[in-house]
């Protein structure tokens, strides 16, 4: 590889300072900058060609991918598992064995919403304080044993106490994990791994039936129905998983131990060259970055999409398995085939995760969703009298179009507003106030609607016509919002003190906005 050199130009010039620069603010234990050859192994540091090599960002791209995902995936499918799995045990019989009539089954899954909508702002700020490792380790492996701890529930007033401390814990994985990824990847980079990771989701809804109905056949092992063992297998595991995570779990790029320092100053620059970090942080809480962020739009577009979408996320989890046992299935059946409904969401959510990224477009994308969820919808709500297969094929487009939109939306936020405060901030009252939505789901069908459903279908029906609209309203705003920024409109916002100018993030009118 040859070296730039005296031939740099005044850009590449200034890029390598940068790299200089952001080496020298993670700490003295650097390796001395710039090393003495061209050569760049894997740890040994970078040179003026890193600039150019395309294969040397591919590999730590790489790098990236394998250290940051894969554990954050694990704990997230551990979470949803945790959170639905009482989906598979009420056909399995927990409504009969706690006395649970009426509603009580509803009332059970709401409980778990209220503190986990409450707890996810601050679970972010304390996250930020002493590190995710730390954080997210501690909270899987106490989720993992009041997991446990259903399952020897004897009455539905210890059910719902345990549901309830489930939401205070689980609250800060989902925001804290998109916050942690967020600050790894470029803008065009984000969605495919905001939806690698929403995968789990899918994973643990196809196949947490699958492993639901294998732990009910140890039904009457130690005198314990089938149901509890559900609970108490999966919550070992899950405990288990939380033990081992202050180890696994990457922290941020400052201070991740799988980085090297010039790695960590490349990630820097590539994230600054992609206009989201060094010239529009955001690192400091004050009066004027708490009215930026607390006056932003797209924090009110990106929740409202998340809302729509999680509506008809959750709905699956919780009521598929009871859903397709009413077309006629036992409830071994039912379990069985939600596999191959997930299965098929999860590769088409991939699929267009990557189509999303590489023709860096957001708002189309939502929309195939949005479409294709609604002809799913419309084809339950319509005629009962319809064949069974319709009626299973309109739950394969329900779920697909409900996994293609709602990672877009979460990404699509994420890809527009930085520095560390703003995306702390935005991320949780758009996970956290979006996660409202599985309140609505879980009220929305109950056993007097059986088995046509037409209240619950109706209600998320038009919770996804409205992530439409509004994915229609954002595009046309971004879109404004960077015709004026291309205008100057906003250039006398440089005018304020050097101190804001340096700390309101994408309010910089430097900042463009991604469609």
Known sequence: MSEVGNAAVPEEEHSYQFLESSVS??????????????????????????????????????????????????????????????????????????????????????????????????SNIIMRKVTPSTWLSVIVFFWGCVTIGIGFCKTYAQLIGCRFVLGILEAGLLPGSIYVISTYYKRYELQTRITIFFCASVIAGAFGGLLAYALSKMAGLGNQAGWRWIFIMEGIFTAMIGAVSKFMVPDFPDTAKFLTHEEFAWIQYRINEDETSAEYRMDHLDSHSIRIILRDPKTIFGTLLFFGTVCTGYSGSFFLPTIIQQMGYTSAGAQVRTIPVFVVAAVFSVAFSVISDKTNNRWVISLVGVVVA????????????????????????????????????????????????????????????????????????QNKTAPRYIPGFSVAMALMGMVGVVTILFALYLHRENKKRDRGDYNYRLQLRPEEVDNMGDYHPGFRFVL
Request: with cysteine.
């Open 25 to 122: 603010a993670r700490g003295p234990q650097s390796k001395s900058f710039p090393p003495e050859s061209d050569s760049c192994q894997s740890g040994a540091g970078f040179s003026r060609a890193w600039l150019t090599d395309k294969d040397i960002d591919r590999k730590l791209i790489w790098k990236i991918d394998i250290h940051v995902l894969p554990w954050l995936f694990l704990m997230y499918l551990c979470a949803f598992v945790d959170r639905v799995n009482i989906g598979n045990a009420k056909i399995e019989g927990i409504e009969n064995d706690l006395h649970m009539t009426g509603n009580d089954y509803n009332i059970a899954l709401v409980v778990f919403f209220i503190p986990y909508i409450l707890c996810e702002f601050p």
């Open 374 to 445: 609604l002809v799913g919808y419309a084809i339950l709500v319509g005629d009962f009298n319809i064949a069974i297969g319709a009626r299973y094929f309109a739950c394969f487009l329900v779920v697909t179009g409900g996994y293609i939109a709602q990672p877009v939306s979460v990404a699509w936020m994420a890809n527009n507003v930085s520095g560390h405060y703003k995306r702390s901030f935005s991320s949780a009252i758009q996970i956290g106030v979006g996660n409202a939505s599985g309140i609505v789901a879980s009220l929305i069908f």
